[in-house]
């Protein structure tokens, strides 16, 4: 399943963030073409995958990130509109990849009649009683042919994969500790030689 046109690492980034992305879009938000998506956390592991991959599927996108410094970057995985923490406007699909505090701002984002997917905990029934609006939590579940389709958009160039850093498996702890909090934007790999 590794894309032939990037090496380990890269492809160690790949599976469980691309293809959380790869189901939250498709299977759970049954995205259209056309079709608006907000990201909470575009810049993060999954949340810059569910950017690209919108992008791709033909979506116009939007993106709330925490810290202006990673707009370009953003702008750059093709997210249309980047906001830094708060969003504006109305959106067919938010895809919440931060949860915590932001999943009931994230309601607010979602048009009548939208979704929206979070991967963080099933959300609270009261923040969608009042609209009509169907929200999800879901759990990634192994899919061979999805990650042949994840590869075959890496190696034809429409996907990109994000590492941030990487550490040795003798420093996992360090990296557990720094949960990418130094490296940027994108995953952290272990390297297991």
Known sequence: IKPSSVDHVLAAALPLAALTAWQALLDHAKLVAGQSVL???GAGGVGAYVVQLARHFGARVGATISTGDQTEYVRGLGADQVFVLIAAGAYDIVIDTVGGAALPSAYSYVRHGGRLITLSAPPSPELSLARDIRDEFFVVRPNRGQLDQIARLV????LKPLVSETFE????????ADRGRHGGPGKTVIIVQ
């Open 155 to 158: 190696d034809t160039g429409a």
């Open 169 to 176: 498996l003798a420093d996992t702890p360090a990296a557990y």
């Open 39 to 41: 990201v909470t956390g």
